[in-house]
Nanobody, 121 residues
Framework: QVQLVESGGGLVQAGGSLRLSCAASGSIFSINDMGWYRQAPGKQRELVATISSGGSTNYADSVKGRFTISRDNAKNTVYLQMNSLKPEDTAVYYC???????????????WGQGTQVTVSS
């Protein structure tokens, strides 16, 4: 089995910064894409940013220029540096990773449990 554990959420004032981390552990042969998603109350879960195993990144328009995704492949960890935070960034943030558990198995998506980010105005 594979576990993803997020950390780094919290309460911050508008204009502030937070750094989220998500570490994958367990039966891992390789990881391809990793990403961050968020879900605000009453809204659907949406993509925030993704990063491939080679470092290619993709961002939602709403966070471009403010958020930076990165990963440490040796540690099976993905990060999300969030700057210039706005109240509309308030949500539960989830990480996702595509994991191959065995050399002959397919990639399977795993999700973390989520971490709350609250931005006050």
């Amino acid at each position: 089995q594979v576990q993803l554990v997020e950390s780094g959420g919290g309460l911050v004032q508008a204009g502030g910064s937070l750094r989220l981390s998500c570490a994958a552990s367990g039966s891992i042969f390789s990881i391809n894409d990793m990403g961050w998603y968020r879900q605000a109350p009453g809204k659907q879960r949406e993509l925030v940013a993704t990063i491939s195993s080679g470092g290619s990144t993709n961002y939602a328009d709403s966070v471009k220029g403010r958020f930076t995704i990165s990963r440490d492949n040796a540690k099976n960890t993905v990060y999300l540096q969030m700057n210039s935070l706005k109240p509309e960034d308030t949500a539960v943030y989830y990480c996702k990773a595509g994991v191959r558990e065995l050399s002959w198995s397919w990639y399977k998506d795993y999700w973390g449990q989520g971490t709350q980010v609250t931005v006050s105005s």
